[in-house]
């Protein structure tokens, strides 16, 4: 059973700095592509960034890019998500989740496990 726990969540002022912090187990870990995405309340989920298996390629949504860092450590089972210059519009539920191909993906549906989520919330 894969499990993904996130953490580092919390409130934080507009242009302030959080790192978001995915621990994996269950899975080889270092074969997987791994991504994050947001619930905003009242809106849909949506992409956040993607990262390959190596951690050799990645990609960052429009609204993030610049601002955030998807990284990995496949020696510890973890991914990252460094956060920067935080915005209002950021606030969401943040999750952790794994593919089961070594390929990075945008695509919500392509994502087989899901971790339970982290608040992020950022006042102005």
């Known amino acids: 059973q894969v499990q993904l726990v996130e953490s580092g969540g919390g409130l934080v002022q507009a242009g302030g700095s959080l790192r978001l912090s995915c621990a994996a187990s269950g899975h080889t870990f270092s074969s997987y592509a791994m991504g994050w995405f947001r619930q905003a309340p009242g809106k849909e989920r949506e992409f956040v960034a993607t990262i390959n298996w190596s951690g050799g390629s990645t990609y960052h949504a429009d609204s993030v890019k610049g601002r955030f860092t998807i990284s990995r450590d496949n020696a510890k089972n973890m991914v990252y998500l460094q956060m920067n210059s935080l915005k209002p519009e950021d606030t969401a539920v943040y999750y952790c989740?794994?593919?089961?191909?070594?390929?990075?993906?945008?695509?919500?549906?392509?994502?087989?496990?899901w971790g339970q989520g982290t608040q992020v919330s950022v006042s102005s």
């Open positions: 989740a794994a593919l089961t191909t070594r390929a990075a993906s945008a695509q919500y549906s392509d994502y087989a496990y």
